[in-house]
Every structure is written in structure tokens, then in C-alpha cells.
């Protein structure tokens, strides 16, 4: 039977600006959006511009978060070979049976500078309780932090909080459900103002709820009829309030932080519902597009919203529903805005591109060469938008009304997390190593966190 023992080492978090962190999923505001850097790269490789490479084992798609000088990331290891991920789409084929074998879900810490591992905690280990989705893994979410705690789903299994330097502070387990097609949970957790939140949506009994970050304890929970969604929510900070949105396949909604409903609309999402929503220039994006549906919405709102936003399928008279596009959404990447344009990423390898305040199309799909397909959502920095397609190849593509690429990056392997963007350096998670990527950095050899 493996063993892991966590590293108990002092932990020196360094004061840094806002820029320096990226604390969820796509980063502080789930946007994808990094701020600009004149040591982040437009071109690198295995080897150019690596500033370090860590191997990681076994498998898992959560992207690495940061606070300060440390890379936060989840894995799970299986003492038995089984099925492993692949790319592609399945369209409703999924795993009916769970992983066999003793599995060891972990929860790793790694030096930002150098790529050493500081410190390394089992979450739990045991026989995995339910099936995942052919193409994914038992690590699919994403963790969180607000600086003081570390924040861990591992979804169908439970909620863990870590202190930054590795301690368990307390943990909340989350019953097992069936799930559509038996594709597990994939939510990523978001922290704000002192609660954690987690979103639940499974076939039995679907749930939205807030933790409290220090005690671990249940603030609110609120059921939710919905059943195929897996996207992370959004803690919306807009011009009149904060409030949590949560989009579904039944009904987007929204809660304020105790826990009311503030509105809800019947947008007739696609039937899978996996882009995660996120804001920008003012509006909260809510999309879904699932590749065998002919309505594929895009929805821009409106601060201030509250009740029913829309009756059966009329979205144009309500002032807080800014535009709608019915079959602008992809199926697994979340969208983005760069540069005042709503770029959407479409997992057969197009790229379309939308005024994000009008909705208006600017250009419409437009295919990658060489082909790619995509689930990693894209991001961007200093002018440019960033696609990471699952054959591990980066398409460079200037922000801007005509759609071009300026350089292709090859890694050459398996990637379907997301990336984070901090400073000077771009950390992308690959099946089996996570990189650090800069500029200012020459390649070395690091597999093991060493220069």
C-alpha cells in the first residue's frame, strides 16, 4: 500500500499585489483574464521559456491556484492501473463502473520560484464510491483560497480545509449520488467574505450551500431541482451588491450571501450545462452548449435583477437581460472577454467572436490550424487570447476584430485543466507535469523541483 507522509515545513507567504495571486478557478474573479506583464510569453515548448517542470502523479484536471510564493494543486494516485483519461467527445458514453482498486486523493503544495514540492497531505484513501466520465478524473475540481485557508473539493467525497502550510483544519463529507451518465461532480468551491461555497447538482438531491471558512460549519444550504450542471459558481461583485450565480439547465439563479433566491430565469439551457459564468465590462455571462443541442444560449445580465428575469423564451423584455444569442455557446470551455470582445471557444477547434456589451458577431467560427479539439478554457494576457487544445498545443491569437494566429506552442501532451497567470509566469497543468513558464526564466531540468 503507498504511503504519503505531509511535509510539515514553515510557511512564509509574501505580501503581494492582487496580480500575484490567482485563487480559484480562471483566477480571483473566474474571468481568465491575467494581468498584463512584460515577461509573459507569447511562444515556449517542452523546453523554451520553462522556467521549471514538476512532475505530478497520477491523475487529475484541477488547475493550480497561488497565493504568494505557493502553487496549490490535487491529484488522486491509484495503487492499480485502470482506466485513464483520454481526449475527444464521448456524446452520453461514460463509465458505469467506479475505479477499481485502493485510490489516494492528495492535495500537494509547490514553490512558485523553483518548482519544489514543499509539502504533500492525503486527503483520504479508500476505493472510490461512484463512477466519473470517461474523460476525466477524481481531482476534476479546482481548489480555492482566500489567503488565510486552502479550500479542497473533491467531489461525491467531501470539502477539506488546509491551512497554507498543509494542516487539516476541518473537513465536511459529501454523500455520494448518482449522477447523469454517471460522470461524477466536477464544481469547482469559490470563497468569499468568510464562506466557502459548493454546489452540488446530481440526480437524487441537488444543492447549493455556504460553509464558514474558520469553523467548517454550515451557514445555509439551499436544495435545487436541477440535475445536469457542472459548472463553478460565481460570487458576482457588481455596482449593487454581491451575490452568488449559479446557472442550471432548469433555471439560472441567483442567491444573495445568506442564502435567498434574488432571481431566476428558465433561459432553456443546453442539456448539459459545464461553461462557468463569470463577469465583465459591467455584466454577468451565463452560457451553455452542449454539441448535440440546437439552442446553445449565450445570456449577458444586468446588475439589480430580482424575481422571474423572462416568461417561456421571451428574452427581450426585461431590462436586466442585456442581449441573448441563441447558439453562441460551446460545450466544456468557459468563455472569455478580452479588449471589449466575448471570444467563444468551441471544443471541435473554432473560435467565434461577439461585442460583449451588444452581443453583436464580429466574426463567426473560425478554425483552428493545425486541427485541435478543447476543453481547458482559454485566457489572456497582454493583448493576446490563449487556447490550449487537448493535444497540449497553445494557438496564440491577437485580440482584435480579424481572427489570426501568430504562434502555435507545443507541450505534446494530454491537457485539459485550466491555466493560472501570475506575475511574470503562466503554470500549465499537462497529464504529468506542471510547468512553470516565463520569459525571464531559462529551461531547466526539474523534474523533481530541483534546479
Not at 203 to 214: E, K, R
Not at 268 to 290: D, H, K, Q, T
Amino acid at each position: 500500500m503507498m504511503r504519503f507522509l505531509p511535509v510539515m515545513l514553515l510557511l512564509l507567504v509574501s505580501s503581494v499585489d492582487a496580480g500575484e495571486n490567482w485563487t480559484r478557478f480562471r483566477g480571483d474573479q473566474g474571468t481568465g483574464v491575467g494581468a498584463d506583464h512584460q515577461q509573459l510569453p507569447l511562444q515556449w515548448s517542452q523546453t523554451e521559456n520553462v522556467e521549471w517542470k514538476t512532475a505530478i502523479p497520477g491523475w487529475g484536471w484541477s488547475s493550480p491556484i497561488v497565493w504568494g510564493d505557493r502553487v496549490f494543486l490535487t491529484t488522486v494516485v491509484a495503487d492499480e492501473p485502470g482506466q485513464t483519461p483520454a481526449g475527444g467527445l464521448y456524446l452520453g458514453q461514460g463509465v458505469r463502473e467506479p475505479a477499481a482498486g485502493e485510490h489516494h486523493w492528495l492535495v500537494c503544495c509547490f514553490d512558485l520560484i523553483t518548482g519544489a514540492q514543499v509539502w504533500q497531505h492525503e486527503a483520504h484513501h479508500g476505493r472510490p464510491a461512484v463512477p466519473r466520465h470517461p474523460k476525466s478524473t477524481y481531482a476534476a475540481e479546482t481548489a480555492a483560497t482566500d489567503g488565510e485557508r486552502l479550500y479542497v473539493v473533491f467531489g461525491d467525497l467531501g470539502l477539506f480545509c488546509y491551512s497554507l502550510a498543509g494542516e487539516l483544519l476541518w473537513k465536511h463529507d459529501i454523500e455520494p449520488m448518482k449522477t447523469f451518465l454517471d460522470y461524477g461532480a466536477a464544481a469547482s468551491p469559490v470563497v468569499h467574505d468568510g464562506q466557502v461555497f459548493v454546489v452540488y447538482d446530481n440526480l437524487v438531491q441537488s444543492w447549493v450551500s455556504a460553509f464558514d471558512a474558520t469553523t467548517g460549519e454550515l451557514n445555509w444550504r439551499q436544495d435545487r431541482n436541477e440535475s445536469h450542471s457542472w459548472a463553478t459558481p460565481l460570487v458576482w461583485q457588481n455596482e449593487q451588491r454581491t451575490e452568488l450565480v449559479v446557472p442550471g439547465r432548469i433555471r439560472n439563479r441567483s442567491y444573495s450571501l445568506d442564502g435567498k433566491l434574488l432571481w431566476e430565469f428558465d433561459g432553456r439551457m443546453s442539456s448539459l450545462v459545464i461553461p462557468s459564468p463569470f463577469a465583465a465590462n459591467g455584466l454577468c455571462y451565463i452560457a451553455s452548449g452542449y454539441v448535440g443541442d440546437s439552442h446553445r444560449p449565450v445570456f449577458a445580465i444586468r446588475p439589480g435583477a430580482a424575481g422571474q428575469l423572462a416568461e417561456s423564451d421571451d428574452y427581450s423584455n426585461n431590462p436586466h437581460i442585456a442581449w441573448y444569442q441563441p447558439t453562441a455557446s460551446s460545450y466544456n470551455p468557459s468563455q472569455i472577454v478580452c479588449n471589449g470582445y466575448l471570444y467563444t471557444l468551441y471544443d471541435r477547434g473554432f473560435l467565434t467572436c461577439h461585442n460583449a456589451l451588444t452581443g453583436q458577431e464580429v466574426y463567426g467560427k473560425q478554425r483552428f490550424a493545425p486541427q485541435g479539439t478543447f476543453t481547458s478554457s482559454p485566457w489572456s494576457y497582454n493583448g493576446h487570447l490563449f487556447c490550449l487544445s487537448e493535444e497540449g498545443r497553445t494557438y496564440v491569437v491577437p485580440a482584435g476584430t480579424e481572427f489570426q494566429i501568430s504562434h502555435t506552442c507545443e507541450l505534446d501532451e494530454l491537457c485539459l485543466a485550466s491555466p493560472a497567470i501570475v506575475g511574470e509566469r503562466l503554470l500549465i497543468r499537462t497529464a504529468s507535469q506542471l510547468y512553470s513558464i516565463t520569459a525571464a526564466g531559462a529551461a531547466t531540468d526539474t523534474a523533481d523541483g530541483r534546479r
